[in-house]
């Protein structure tokens, strides 16, 4: 069933645990994490970037979104991450998106709150869930790279405020891609000061585990990562206890998807039909999705 991330996060907020929003952008991913959801009984957030929205058509994948959202057995919010252009967002508003972020991290604080106030005036009267990010969440992967700079307390107090979002995405180390250099030791204290403080959920970015095993088993495919270091589980958990109700997964997902490519690329040169290596790309998917709703304690809460 198609849900806001407004319900399904003050849930998560109230029960203690988060909710996974992984990056889609084709069928199979999109398959793969709400059959991961239905199997482990889940709500979950399908989000597609700015440049997902590129490759597969805003009209196309909205439409796929919706009807898969439609037909699952478990809450779907779906969610526009990190919308930067304006009129991007107002295209997926009027998609029926049931959550959109607007991220004018970049920008200073008053025109931060400026652009997000818009969106929130824009996203209210359709009941549209706003995410909106302060800080800068670090990390190098296609159009958004940066300096990591940890959201301010008292400036995450007074946007919230101001502008009357319903979730906040902070930065206390975390970056996005396959090479973590802060997050093995994340600003905790900075999340335990902003929730004392903010009593809407709270969004962590970045928040991708590229785990030894599924580093070997990329490499093992011929896959070069060089100095590949995600987000501890131990941390993960932590953060979920001091108040972190959403985590966004992208890289995990990839690199799973791009590792089962291969490894079935490899075992079958005979084949010629493609949709058998992206069926086990779909799996490959499907597993790691399950592995990250079992770490965020939303098994069983849809
Ligand atoms: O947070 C960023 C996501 O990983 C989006 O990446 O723009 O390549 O889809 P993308
Ligand atoms: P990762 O690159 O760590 O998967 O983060 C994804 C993300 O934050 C998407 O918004
Ligand atoms: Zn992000």
Redesign the pocket.
């Known amino acids: 069933m198609i849900a806001t991330a407004k319900s399904v996060l003050r849930k998560a907020q109230k029960g203690r645990y988060s909710v996974g929003a992984f ?1 889609i ?1 084709n069928i199979e991913t999109l398959h793969a994490v709400i059959k991961a959801a239905e199997h482990l009984k889940s709500p979950v957030i399908i989000q597609t ?4 929205i590129t490759y597969a058509g805003l009209e196309t994948i909205s439409e796929l979104m919706h009807i898969s959202a439609r037909a699952a057995k478990v809450p779907v919010v779906i969610h526009l ?2 919308g930067r252009n304006i009129s991007l967002i107002k295209q997926a508003i009027k998609a029926e998106y049931t959550s959109v972020m607007i991220d004018a991290s970049h920008y200073n604080f008053e025109k931060n709150i400026s652009l997000t106030q818009d969106i929130v005036k824009s996203a209210r009267s359709k009941n549209i869930s706003v995410e909106a990010e302060l800080g800068i969440i670090g990390g190098k ?2 159009d ?1 790279s940066g300096t990591s700079w940890c959201t301010d307390p008292k400036q995450a107090v007074e946007f919230v405020k101001r502008t009357g979002i319903d979730s906040l995405a902070i930065a206390i180390g975390t970056s ?1 891609g396959a090479y973590k250099t802060k997050g093995i030791s994340l600003r905790l204290d900075i999340l335990k000061e902003i929730r004392k403080h903010v009593s809407i959920p709270l969004v962590l ?1 970045g928040a991708s585990l590229v785990q030894k095993k599924d580093i070997t088993k990329a490499r093992n495919t011929g896959i070069t990562l060089g100095k590949a270091q995600g987000i501890p589980k131990d941390q993960i958990k932590k953060a979920i206890r001091l108040g972190i109700c959403k985590i ?1 997964v ?2 995990d997902l990839r690199l799973a998807f791009s590792t089962a490519l291969r490894e079935h690329t490899q075992h079958h040169p005979e084949s010629i039909n493609p949709r058998d290596a992206l069926s086990y790309a779909e799996e490959a998917t499907q597993k790691s999705v399950e592995e990250h709703l079992k770490l965020f304690g939303s098994e069983g809460k849809a």
């Open positions: 990056n952008y970037s700015e440049s997902a991450d990190h992967e296609d958004l996005h970015h966004n992208d890289t």
